[in-house]
């Protein structure tokens, strides 16, 4: 039941994210639905950074298997902090699932956090 009315022919899963190691990236990517985005990239320094999920609509952020945490387009925060800790020097690895179908093909770390202004918060 959802706001007082019944919701007929839905079916429902768990999505068991404890090792998301186990995810397959060989799948195509369609439009509006959710998926997985695997990046990599290499670390010189290890420092505390933010993720910019700006461009991103709603999910969560994998660094190097740790789950940083969950984001959405909403804000009024739209970066997730990532602490020095959890980068390897070397390659590291981000992964996000992202559940509105949203996909970017670069992400960007940041020195401070990313948020929205008090107009666009008033606007949603």
């Given at each position: 039941?959802?706001?007082?009315?019944?919701?007929?022919?839905?079916?429902?899963?768990?999505?068991?994210?404890?090792?998301?190691h186990?995810?397959?990236?060989?799948?195509?990517?369609?439009?509006?639905?959710?998926?997985?985005?695997?990046?990599?990239?290499?670390?010189?320094?290890?420092?505390?950074?933010?993720?910019?999920?700006?461009?991103?609509?709603?999910g969560?952020?994998?660094?190097?298997?740790?789950?940083?945490?969950?984001?959405?387009?909403?804000?009024?925060?739209?970066?997730?902090?990532?602490?020095?800790?959890?980068?390897?020097?070397?390659?590291?690895?981000?992964?996000?699932?992202?559940?509105?179908?949203?996909?970017?093909?670069?992400?960007?770390?940041?020195?401070?956090?990313?948020?929205?202004?008090?107009?666009?918060?008033?606007?949603?």
């Amino acid at each position: 039941m959802s706001d007082l009315h019944f919701i007929n022919d839905w079916e429902q899963y768990p999505l068991p994210l404890k090792n998301i190691h186990q995810v397959d990236f060989n799948k195509e990517w369609s439009e509006n639905q959710p998926a997985f985005y695997h990046y990599n990239f290499e670390v010189d320094v290890l420092k505390d950074t933010y993720l910019d999920t700006s461009g991103f609509g709603k999910g969560v952020v994998f660094v190097n298997g740790f789950n940083v945490g969950r984001f959405w387009e909403k804000g009024p925060t739209l970066s997730l902090f990532i602490p020095r800790g959890v980068f390897n020097v070397g390659l590291s690895e981000i992964i996000i699932f992202e559940t509105e179908g949203t996909y970017q093909s670069k992400i960007s770390l940041r020195e401070h956090p990313v948020h929205m202004d008090i107009e666009s918060l008033e606007e949603k």
